[in-house]
């Protein structure tokens, strides 16, 4: 099988490039800049992409090929400290992710032989803040910026339906990996001993180890039942508070000053809602299919990141 990967140079493209090609699939990573991907297994290349059209790859689709489409900026920007949502910056998160998506049913439109399956990216910030209600994917999409972001980017491959081709959407959680992603930001001040919750520390934070994530795409990849939205999240996810304190046993810090919310909106503005709001969010339709996790266990998954440094 060849799968063609959107987005497939960072955290969640680059894990799941190294477990495809490890079982012997090829993979094709679009880039704007191809000749700066570097350290890709074998059988794994990167050609060059406009990020908003078909062209230059729309060749390498064919009935064995899937488009996992995990294209768009980084929410809280590439630095360590999170960029504010200007109203500039909210643009410009829309706009690439609506173009990529765009770029991924022109080629469907256009390709001789249409692929098996588009999987597109989303996140649990479809669903909006909530308390501590249980949310599946059932729920309906929330009303605030990035409940909006992640419904035009889910539906901006829709489209792909009238080509007969099968469209599964992930709903992603909090991604956990050492290397990359929010993880490194939040283990920071506990090692400088002064990590503690977030604001009241009450909101939920769902997660799920990358090793989960990988597989889950995999798994919705094979599953030809796989249609429509699925929560990648751990089946038990933990209040800020609780998920700190897990942190701060793995790690053997101590988890005791709080970061006061009125400081982080202060510094950061709307961008500090993705981890001073939340979401109890459980991946029903995921595990009504069959898919069984190998970390449920917050601990677990710690103390396994930090033991292989993934």
């Given at each position: 099988?060849?799968v063609?990967?959107?987005g497939?140079?960072?955290?969640?493209?680059?894990?799941?490039t190294?477990?495809?090609?490890?079982?012997?699939?090829?993979?094709?990573?679009?880039?704007?800049t191809?000749?700066?991907?570097e350290?890709?297994?074998?059988?794994?290349?990167?050609?060059?992409w406009?990020?908003?059209?078909?062209?230059?790859?729309?060749?390498?689709?064919?009935e064995?090929?899937?488009?996992?489409?995990?294209?768009?900026?980084?929410?809280?920007?590439?630095?360590?400290?999170?960029?504010?949502?200007?109203?500039?910056?909210?643009?410009?998160l829309?706009?690439?992710?609506?173009?990529?998506?765009?770029?991924?049913?022109?080629?469907?439109?256009?390709?001789?032989?249409?692929?098996?399956v588009?999987?597109?990216?989303s996140?649990?910030?479809?669903?909006?803040?909530?308390?501590d209600?249980?949310?599946?994917?059932?729920?309906?999409?929330?009303?605030?910026?990035?409940?909006?972001?992640?419904?035009?980017?889910?539906?901006?491959?829709?489209?792909?339906?009238?080509?007969?081709?099968?469209?599964?959407?992930?709903?992603?959680?909090?991604?956990?990996?050492?290397?990359?992603?929010?993880?490194?930001?939040?283990?920071?001040?506990?090692?400088?001993?002064?990590?503690g919750?977030?604001?009241d520390?009450?909101?939920?934070?769902?997660?799920?180890?990358?090793e989960?994530?990988?597989?889950?795409?995999?798994?919705?990849?094979?599953?030809?039942?796989a249609?429509?939205?699925?929560?990648l999240?751990?089946?038990?996810?933990?209040?800020?508070?609780?998920?700190?304190?897990?942190?701060?046993?793995?790690?053997?810090?101590?988890?005791?000053i709080?970061?006061?919310?009125?400081?982080?909106?202060?510094?950061?503005?709307?961008?500090?809602?993705?981890?001073?709001?939340?979401?109890?969010?459980?991946?029903?339709?995921?595990?009504?299919?069959?898919?069984?996790?190998?970390?449920?266990?917050l601990?677990?998954?710690?103390?396994?990141?930090?033991r292989?440094?993934?």
């Amino acid at each position: 099988m060849r799968v063609i990967i959107t987005g497939g140079s960072g955290l969640i493209g680059r894990a799941l490039t190294a477990d495809l090609t490890s079982a012997g699939h090829e993979v094709i990573i679009l880039s704007r800049t191809p000749q700066d991907v570097e350290d890709l297994p074998h059988n794994a290349r990167a050609i060059g992409w406009d990020t908003h059209t078909a062209s230059g790859w729309v060749d390498q689709v064919h009935e064995d090929t899937a488009i996992v489409n995990l294209a768009g900026p980084n929410l809280a920007g590439e630095g360590f400290f999170p960029s504010r949502w200007t109203a500039e910056r909210k643009q410009k998160l829309r706009q690439s992710r609506v173009q990529a998506g765009q770029a991924v049913v022109d080629a469907v439109r256009r390709a001789n032989e249409k692929p098996r399956v588009v999987i597109q990216a989303s996140g649990i910030g479809y669903y909006g803040v909530h308390a501590d209600e249980i949310i599946d994917e059932h729920h309906p999409p929330g009303d605030d910026f990035l409940a909006q972001l992640c419904r035009d980017w889910e539906n901006s491959t829709a489209a792909v339906e009238e080509y007969h081709v099968r469209h599964a959407i992930i709903r992603s959680g909090l991604v956990l990996s050492t290397q990359n992603g929010s993880l490194p930001r939040v283990i920071l001040p506990y090692k400088l001993f002064v990590g503690g919750p977030f604001g009241d520390g009450k909101q939920w934070w769902s997660w799920i180890h990358l090793e989960d994530e990988v597989r889950a795409i995999r798994f919705l990849i094979d599953n030809t039942a796989a249609r429509g939205p699925f929560n990648l999240t751990s089946p038990n996810p933990l209040t800020n508070d609780d998920f700190g304190r897990a942190l701060a046993r793995v790690i053997g810090r101590p988890h005791l000053i709080p970061v006061p919310s009125f400081a982080m909106r202060a510094a950061f503005g709307e961008v500090s809602m993705v981890v001073l709001e939340g979401q109890r969010v459980i991946p029903r339709r995921l595990q009504e299919l069959g898919f069984e996790f190998e970390f449920t266990d917050l601990d677990t998954a710690l103390r396994d990141l930090f033991r292989r440094r993934i």
